[in-house]
């Protein structure tokens, strides 16, 4: 901590006396008076009806939590110039709340805020608590079009509300009477003026056109009000412009002698809006972090910023302050302005907090229409960004979510909108998810072998009869919405035109599988069970294992085939069907003439590769060291290195990889450890029976290549045939 100050104060005085001080003064200064207007318009929305006398406190609530985040990011975050505020997503959870307290009189205000305030020291400990452990990764993942309907569900309820703080009560039966002389005037300026602020700040993108068009605005609507004789205080009697209603200063909003008089028996009734509220600001800050990280084009800490923002909103909340979350447009202006430093944040904050201290006199020269058209502007960005250029870049079903949360949340409430969103997406994402093909690849014990070694005559069998063994390799999620068109494809394979001996599923690329998927399952193994084919199952975990023991009858269980991986599988399926072909005595003499004649070549090309290694071997016998292994025993591995070229005389071995997969089978006249690309892989050589070995180590190489380099071309020959096989006609030697 001490070197964090240390490194933060030596940070602020380099930048102070660098360039970046002008930018930060003028950048800061801007983005501080922009949230400044904007954090009144929204404290006079969410404190408005019954809690309209108690206004300017509410300003004072709403200032002081901005001017606490922004301050306390400043210092603590991670990405230079970030600006903190209240969120127009926040705005309408705060309002919910403040609508719907129930409570009279002064104990409303103090209830109201006390549940403002309590909501914001719940976010900040959970935010601090989700970055002090790492535990961001857990919270990024919204879908967007989630986000994308929020955000358009928020801006049009800010439009909403903005009409109705101006007196302008929406509805169908409501229309014509918008248009009339004695309410147009009331909403038309503020409505006129937050559509002119957003084409111009969309056209221009000029941080000075917000505190411009707000001098402007408030200064021609005075000058209207003098050219048609109407004083400041008629003015305000009609609501025109914003009434004082604080006795001294903004803040502290709450004393000690206010906690007794809050309703805390309101506020239990008020949890689920709190928890709302809660829930909004977290999907506000994992929004406007995100946001930030694209705009800026820099990967950002999310723990660091999750620390920082829950530092602040507890910063926030403990002084009498409302939640705030970063606010991506005026962060990103930081950057533009080349004001990428900490007092960018900290200009931002003290003009917020000019407001605040100097005392809500200059509240009383606001026109309500100007809250209502900066409440405008704000909901008009907030559409376009969800709604607008959700339409022109998202799939029709994507945008459909998007358009579905919109509808809701205007017309049942925020969470209903949330949750009816999430729902939908669920839906989407199953049906989605279930079109994915739950097989990976498909093939026969024809098409591909185990890495077992065979007898001739078995390879031939395999060649002849692997038909029978098929293979699949499964991969994904196996759930609900996929399992049946499994099942389906699984039953058609068993009652085909030729049914199988044998069927493999390989779970090694299964990362789950839910209930309904292991019933179906199991539903299909009594079937196969049934139909006399073996069922062999590879890389099962073993919660899976249960759960098939648990689901099947003991008898069914007690003939499933469980093998650690698919070679091994492979290999068991390749048995099965080895053993079927010989015990078919109906078409045993057919079948052993056919026999014959496809393994007659391989047996002669057999044949000829043992002359080559007998001969090759006795010409090698004074540089070839015998050694000999039992079953079990590592030929070469980390204990028991391998120190030159090991043939095998007798027996078989195994070469298996790291995680215990067996990469390949040696015999008589193979290297234990061939060349290419597979050796590298290899960890270890193990005997699976008794073995005899030569090995020529390679200082016996060296002398050959040097002395006797035909006898050594001769070995490679040797070595290399099976990747060159001899051409018809052509001797080998």
Same mark, same amino acid.
């Given at each position: 901590?001490?070197?964090?100050?240390?490194?933060?104060?030596?940070?602020?005085?380099?930048?102070?006396?660098?360039?970046?001080?002008?930018?930060?003064?003028?950048?800061?200064?801007?983005?501080?008076?922009?949230?400044?207007?904007?954090?009144?318009?929204?404290?006079?929305?969410?404190?408005?009806?019954?809690?309209?006398?108690?206004?300017?406190?509410?300003?004072?609530?709403?200032?002081?939590?901005?001017?606490?985040?922004?301050?306390?990011?400043?210092?603590?975050?991670?990405?230079?110039?970030?600006?903190?505020?209240?969120?127009?997503?926040?705005?309408?959870?705060?309002?919910?709340?403040?609508?719907?307290?129930?409570?009279?009189?002064?104990?409303?205000?103090?209830?109201?805020?006390?549940?403002?305030?309590?909501?914001?020291?719940?976010?900040?400990?959970?935010?601090?608590?989700?970055?002090?452990?790492?535990?961001?990764?857990?919270?990024?993942?919204?879908?967007?079009?989630?986000?994308?309907?929020?955000?358009?569900?928020?801006?049009?309820?800010?439009?909403?509300?903005?009409?109705?703080?101006?007196?302008?009560?929406?509805?169908?039966?409501?229309?014509?009477?918008?248009?009339?002389?004695?309410?147009?005037?009331?909403?038309?300026?503020?409505?006129?003026?937050?559509?002119?602020?957003?084409?111009?700040?969309?056209?221009?993108?000029?941080?000075?056109?917000?505190?411009?068009?707000?001098?402007?605005?408030?200064?021609?609507?005075?000058?209207?009000?003098?050219?048609?004789?109407?004083?400041?205080?008629?003015?305000?009697?009609?609501?025109?412009?914003?009434?004082?209603?604080?006795?001294?200063?903004?803040?502290?909003?709450?004393?000690?002698?206010?906690?007794?008089?809050?309703?805390?028996?309101?506020?239990?009734?008020?949890?689920?809006?709190?928890?709302?509220?809660?829930?909004?600001?977290?999907?506000?800050?994992?929004?406007?972090?995100?946001?930030?990280?694209?705009?800026?084009?820099?990967?950002?800490?999310?723990?660091?910023? &999750?620390? %920082?923002?829950?530092?602040?909103? $507890?910063?926030? =909340?403990? @002084?009498? *302050?409302?939640? +705030? /979350?970063? #606010?991506?447009?005026?962060?990103?202006?930081?950057?533009?302005?080349?004001?990428?430093?900490?007092?960018?944040?900290?200009?931002?904050?003290?003009?917020?907090?000019?407001?605040?201290?100097?005392?809500?006199?200059?509240?009383?020269?606001?026109?309500?229409?100007?809250?209502?058209?900066?409440?405008?502007?704000?909901?008009?960005?907030?559409?376009?960004?969800?709604?607008?250029?959700?339409?022109?870049?998202?799939?029709?079903?994507?945008?459909?979510?998007?358009?579905?949360? &919109?509808? %809701?949340?205007?017309?049942?409430? $925020?969470?209903? =909108?949330? @949750?009816? *969103?999430?729902? +939908? /997406?669920? #839906?989407?994402?199953?049906?989605?998810?279930?079109?994915?093909?739950?097989?990976?690849?498909?093939?026969?014990?024809?098409?591909?072998?185990?890495?077992?070694?065979?007898?001739?005559?078995?390879?031939?069998?395999?060649?002849?009869?692997?038909?029978?063994?098929?293979?699949?390799?499964?991969?994904?999620?196996?759930?609900?919405?996929?399992?049946?068109?499994?099942?389906?494809?699984?039953?058609?394979?068993?009652?085909?035109?030729?049914?199988?001996?044998?069927?493999?599923?390989?779970?090694?690329?299964?990362?789950?599988?839910?209930?309904?998927?292991?019933?179906?399952?199991?539903?299909?193994?009594?079937?196969?069970?049934?139909?006399?084919?073996?069922?062999?199952?590879?890389?099962?975990?073993?919660?899976?294992?249960?759960?098939?023991?648990?689901?099947?009858?003991?008898?069914?269980?007690?003939?499933?085939?469980?093998?650690?991986?698919?070679?091994?599988?492979?290999?068991?399926?390749?048995?099965?069907?080895?053993?079927?072909?010989?015990?078919?005595?109906?078409?045993?003499?057919?079948?052993?003439?056919?026999?014959?004649?496809?393994?007659?070549?391989?047996?002669?090309?057999?044949?000829?590769?043992?002359?080559?290694?007998?001969?090759?071997?006795?010409?090698?016998?004074?540089?070839?060291?015998?050694?000999?292994?039992?079953?079990?025993?590592?030929?070469?591995?980390?204990?028991?290195?391998?120190?030159?070229?090991?043939?095998?005389?007798?027996?078989?071995?195994?070469?298996?990889?790291?995680?215990?997969?067996?990469?390949?089978?040696?015999?008589?006249?193979?290297?234990?450890?061939?060349?290419?690309?597979?050796?590298?892989?290899?960890?270890?050589?193990?005997?699976?029976?008794?073995?005899?070995?030569?090995?020529?180590?390679?200082?016996?190489?060296?002398?050959?290549?040097?002395?006797?380099?035909?006898?050594?071309?001769?070995?490679?020959?040797?070595?290399?045939?099976?990747?060159?096989?001899?051409?018809?006609?052509?001797?080998?030697?």
């Amino acid at each position: 901590m001490n070197s964090y100050i240390v490194d933060l104060a030596r940070e602020l005085r380099s930048d102070i006396a660098s360039p970046k001080a002008v930018a930060a003064l003028s950048a800061g200064a801007t983005s501080g008076l922009g949230l400044l207007v904007s954090h009144v318009a929204f404290a006079t929305l969410i404190f408005s009806g019954p809690l309209a006398p108690h206004a300017s406190q509410g300003v004072g609530l709403v200032l002081f939590g901005g001017f606490a985040s922004c301050l306390v990011i400043a210092l603590a975050g991670g990405y230079r110039g970030t600006i903190a505020a209240l969120s127009p997503a926040l705005v309408v959870g705060m309002a919910v709340i403040a609508s719907t307290m129930d409570a009279r009189g002064d104990r409303l205000f103090v209830s109201v805020a006390a549940a403002l305030i309590l909501s914001a020291v719940l976010t900040g400990v959970f935010c601090l608590v989700i970055g002090r452990f790492r535990l961001a990764n857990l919270v990024r993942f919204v879908p967007y079009s989630v986000a994308a309907g929020f955000v358009a569900g928020i801006g049009g309820a800010v439009c909403l509300a903005a009409m109705s703080l101006m007196d302008a009560e929406l509805g169908w039966g409501a229309f014509p009477a918008l248009l009339g002389s004695d309410t147009l005037w009331l909403w038309s300026p503020g409505v006129a003026y937050g559509i002119a602020l957003y084409w111009s700040m969309k056209r221009w993108r000029n941080p000075l056109t917000l505190p411009l068009s707000v001098a402007l605005f408030v200064g021609a609507y005075h000058a209207a009000l003098a050219a048609l004789d109407i004083s400041s205080a008629e003015a305000r009697e009609v609501g025109l412009l914003l009434t004082s209603t604080a006795d001294g200063g903004l803040w502290p909003v709450l004393s000690p002698a206010d906690l007794m008089r809050v309703e805390w028996s309101a506020i239990g009734m008020q949890i689920p809006n709190m928890l709302a509220l809660f829930l909004i600001s977290l999907l506000a800050v994992v929004m406007n972090i995100a946001g930030l990280e694209v705009a800026a084009n820099q990967e950002l800490d999310w723990d660091r910023e &999750f620390r %920082a923002g829950g530092i602040a909103s $507890l910063a926030a =909340g403990l @002084g009498g *302050g409302t939640v +705030a /979350t970063i #606010v991506v447009p005026a962060s990103l202006r930081s950057k533009l302005f080349g004001a990428a430093t900490r007092w960018t944040e900290i200009v931002a904050a003290l003009v917020i907090a000019s407001g605040l201290f100097l005392g809500d006199g200059a509240l009383e020269l606001v026109p309500s229409a100007l809250v209502g058209g900066i409440l405008v502007f704000a909901g008009l960005g907030m559409l376009d960004e969800g709604l607008i250029r959700g339409y022109r870049r998202l799939p029709k079903t994507e945008f459909g979510v998007i358009a579905l949360i &919109f509808v %809701a949340i205007n017309a049942f409430g $925020l969470l209903e =909108g949330v @949750g009816v *969103g999430m729902l +939908a /997406t669920l #839906v989407f994402f199953a049906v989605r998810l279930s079109r994915v093909d739950s097989i990976e690849s498909r093939f026969t014990a024809r098409e591909r072998r185990s890495n077992r070694v065979r007898p001739i005559p078995d390879r031939a069998i395999l060649r002849e009869e692997g038909e029978r063994a098929q293979a699949y390799h499964l991969r994904g999620y196996v759930f609900f919405g996929s399992v049946g068109p499994l099942a389906d494809h699984l039953r058609k394979a068993v009652h085909g035109a030729t049914r199988p001996d044998c069927l493999m599923l390989d779970f090694g690329a299964v990362s789950g599988v839910d209930y309904s998927a292991v019933n179906v399952l199991s539903r299909f193994v009594e079937t196969a069970n049934t139909a006399g084919v073996r069922l062999v199952l590879s890389a099962l975990p073993r919660h899976l294992t249960r759960e098939f023991e648990r689901n099947l009858p003991p008898s069914v269980f007690a003939e499933l085939l469980l093998e650690p991986n698919a070679d091994s599988a492979l290999e068991r399926c390749e048995e099965i069907v080895i053993a079927a072909w010989r015990t078919d005595e109906e078409r045993a003499e057919q079948r052993r003439a056919t026999l014959l004649e496809h393994v007659g070549e391989d047996l002669e090309r057999q044949l000829e590769l043992q002359i080559r290694f007998e001969e090759l071997v006795d010409e090698l016998s004074g540089w070839l060291d015998p050694r000999e292994y039992a079953a079990g025993e590592t030929l070469s591995g980390p204990k028991s290195p391998h120190d030159g070229l090991e043939l095998l005389v007798s027996g078989r071995a195994s070469a298996f990889d790291a995680a215990g997969s067996r990469l390949y089978q040696c015999g008589p006249g193979d290297s234990a450890r061939p060349a290419g690309a597979i050796a590298e892989k290899v960890t270890s050589v193990v005997a699976e029976e008794p073995c005899r070995t030569l090995v020529m180590t390679p200082a016996a190489r060296r002398w050959l290549e040097t002395h006797r380099p035909a006898l050594v071309l001769k070995l490679y020959g040797y070595l290399l045939a099976d990747q060159f096989p001899a051409e018809p006609g052509v001797s080998s030697d």
